[in-house]
């Protein structure tokens, strides 16, 4: 079992949640919003500013992975996108970090380019309500 930490305050985030919920038929992928009730209670060693700034995974071994590791770990667990492994190659690996970061950091703003949704107002203030995964 992956236990992934999403922002569920981002839309373009609960547009690749929704896809990773249809494909976890074997039921391989825990899926944690880290803006839940329960996130601190359940989770305190993730650091919930860190997880909203990088995606954060807890591994089948029980091993943090971060950025990258984690996206792979996760779609792994549900057998989809094979190809991810690539970006894990050493040469690649250096490229492909530094894309994820750059992506990371502007996602709100990616997230509203991609989707035409954003942030809502509570969201922002974080006192929003988890979001229906629609």
Same mark, same amino acid.
């Given at each position: ?61 029980g091993?943090? %992975? +971060? *950025?990258?590791?984690?996206?792979? &770990?996760?779609?792994?667990? #549900?057998g989809?996108?094979?190809? @991810? ?28 380019? %991609? +989707? *035409?949704?954003?942030?809502?107002? &509570?969201?922002?203030?974080? #006192?929003?309500?988890?979001?229906? @995964?629609?």
């Open positions: 079992m992956v236990t992934l930490f999403y922002d569920g305050h981002c839309p373009l985030c609960m547009k690749e949640i929704a896809m990773l919920q249809r494909y976890n038929t074997e039921q391989r992928l825990k899926l944690v919003d880290i803006h839940s009730e329960v996130f601190d209670t359940l989770y305190p060693q993730i650091d919930k500013q860190a997880a909203d700034r990088l995606l954060h995974a807890i591994d089948h071994n091993q943090l %992975l +971060t *950025g990258l590791d984690a996206n792979v &770990a996760v779609w792994q667990a #549900v989809k996108h094979k190809w @991810l492994t690539l970006l894990r190659w050493p040469v690649i690996r250096w490229f492909a970090d530094r894309g994820y970061l750059l992506f990371a950091k502007h996602r709100h703003k990616i997230s509203f380019w %991609l +989707t *035409g949704q954003k942030r809502c107002d &509570a969201c922002e203030k974080d #006192v929003c309500p988890p979001h229906d @995964l629609k």
